[in-house]
């Protein structure tokens, strides 16, 4: 019997966060989506955190020239309610061991090109991508962090097959290997309701295909076309994340992260449930 092979400790993981944000225009004009409020905290943090959480000591976010403001935001964390919350870690031990660092992604060309202009920072070693639209309540970083490569997925509606990245493949008690990947299909032609949800693990070798990778879905570089053309040289693996997910991308998925942080938080969630049905009985009116 061969010994399982074990892929390295991933340490670092990144997240880009140099989108437009046209969704959110006109408020995009002056700020920036990742730092719109879900509950108390920025959007991006909750991505962040969840990376900290999953045992990442270095997080890259690829910026735009324009977007400088989301990594000063993260340069200075809020290290005192990151400790209390998560591993019960010092402020001053948890900004000792976390690094963040920046780099940037001159052109937007796509969710691809942003994790290739991140090659030099990654520096050849195993990493994550977390991107920071998807809100999850529980850390689907952690479920894959052990696998690499791998890739977190989700049971999505028919109607939203056309919104994400697609897999085919054969499950097994939850575990999914890959075999294909189509990037926001029409849903007709989706070959199955599972879909990427935002948290991968890659080898360094991604960056190969990522630098040959042509344009795909609006004329961008997509990772996903990247990762299709890694499965018929090595196989990915999937995870099926069956817990609450917010997409904070769009209007709906902030208000919705929003109140489910804020039900889920001891010191407000008596008043917010007071004030929720104050509002839905003066709309029933
Ligand atoms: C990106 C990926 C897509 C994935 C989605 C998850 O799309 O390209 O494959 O399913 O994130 O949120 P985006 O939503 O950035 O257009």
């Known amino acids: 019997m061969t010994d399982a092979i074990r892929p390295p400790q991933i340490r670092v993981a990144v997240i880009p966060v140099a989108g437009k944000g046209t969704r959110w225009n006109p408020i995009t004009r002056s700020v920036a ?69 920046a780099c940037i992604q001159e052109e937007a060309r796509g969710l691809g090109h942003a994790i290739l202009c991140a090659e030099n920072d990654v520096a050849n070693r195993p990493f994550a991508v977390l991107l920071p639209d998807e809100v999850l309540m529980e850390n689907g970083l ?57 948290r991968y693990t890659f080898n360094p070798d991604i960056f190969d295909y990522l630098r040959t990778q042509e344009p795909g879905h609006h004329g961008e570089i997509q990772l996903t076309d990247a990762m299709r053309r890694l499965t018929a040289d090595h196989p990915i693996s999937g995870v099926i994340y069956r817990g609450t997910r917010h997409d904070v991308g769009q209007p709906m998925g902030l208000l919705t992260a929003s109140l489910d942080f804020a039900l889920k938080d001891p010191e407000y969630r008596d008043q917010v449930r007071k004030e929720v049905e104050a509002l839905l009985h003066t709309d029933a009116r």
Not at 81 to 97: C, I, K, N, T, V
Request: net charge negative; glycine share 8%; no cysteine.
């Open 33 to 101: 989506k990742e730092l719109l409020p879900v509950w108390r905290r920025t959007s991006a943090s909750y991505a962040f955190e969840e990376a900290i959480a999953a045992g990442i000591e270095e997080v890259i976010f690829v910026v735009s020239p324009d977007k400088h403001g989301v990594f000063e935001h993260f340069l200075r964390f809020d290290a005192s309610d990151l400790g209390a919350r998560y591993q019960g870690e010092s402020p001053r031990h948890l900004h000792e061991r976390v690094k963040v660092r």
């Open 142 to 198: 952690s479920r894959i962090i052990g696998i690499t490569p791998s890739v977190l997925l989700m049971e999505v509606p028919y109607a939203q097959r056309s919104h994400y990245g697609i897999v085919a493949g054969h499950e097994h008690h939850g575990r999914v290997t890959i075999t294909d990947l189509v990037e926001k299909p029409d849903p007709a032609l989706a070959p199955s309701g599972l879909a990427v949800t935002g």
